[in-house]
């Protein structure tokens, strides 16, 4: 079982979306699987191109994008992998644009053209989003965010199996509020909430991770 998981945010060390994603492979780790973290701003790469090359008539192989970037190998691992965990804090209102662009590289080369929109992925697989945001839980259909995260849901789901999403609401954005613009917010409830419900959310990520690493799609 090997467990693949991607960091869409530009972040690596200590915030909030990596911490879900580190705490989410150690569950899976915890269920017997080999683990990867990928950091997707680590990497030199862009969005689809619009070439179509996956989708010409006499492609060599199916559901392999052209392009050769530093995400290329990446996508070569995807195929030998059996769960998909990836996250991203959300952004003006969607997935990071880091996120956005692999999840086109990711998709669009095992979409067919068909009219039962056949999947090219060779098996079904777990695949989970994990986003974490500023806004709190209550705003979240108020702003259309539950729209975004169930069109990508959906994506995955139809690709490569079941998805699960997980949301971290409230998030702390600042390691000190006083050295930015914050004043809409209340700087103590942040930290404390950051103390008291940020753990409940690895904690959350963990059980999601284990998850992924023991069940079918």
Request: proline share 4%; aromatic share 10%; charged share 25%.
């Given at each position: ?84 965990i990836i996250g991203t804090p959300v952004y003006y209102g969607t997935e990071s644009s880091g996120t956005r662009a692999f999840l086109e ?113």
């Open positions: 079982m090997k467990v693949m998981a991607f960091n869409g945010s530009p972040r690596q060390e200590g915030w909030n979306t990596v911490t879900l994603l580190e705490h989410a492979l150690q569950g899976a780790e915890s269920a017997g699987a080999r683990t990867e973290l990928v950091q997707l701003y680590s990497l030199d790469f862009s969005g689809c191109i619009s070439c179509f090359a996956c989708k010409r008539l006499d492609r060599e192989e199916d559901g392999v994008c052209a392009l050769q970037d530093d995400l290329s190998p990446v996508l070569d691992r995807v195929q030998d992998c059996d769960a998909l590289r990711l998709c669009f080369p095992y979409l067919k053209y068909d009219p039962d929109r056949i999947s090219l992925f060779p098996k079904r697989i777990n695949t989970a989003m994990i986003y974490t945001m500023n806004v709190p839980e209550n705003k979240i259909q108020e702003m259309g965010f539950d729209q975004v995260f169930n069109m990508t849901k959906k994506f995955l789901q139809l690709h490569f199996g079941s998805c699960e999403l997980l949301l971290s609401t409230d998030t702390l954005q600042y390691p000190d509020y006083d050295l930015y613009e914050a004043k809409m917010f209340d700087k103590e409830a942040k930290y404390q909430r950051h103390h008291q419900v940020f753990p409940q959310d690895c904690q959350r990520a963990r059980e999601l991770g284990k998850r992924m690493a023991s069940s079918q799609a």
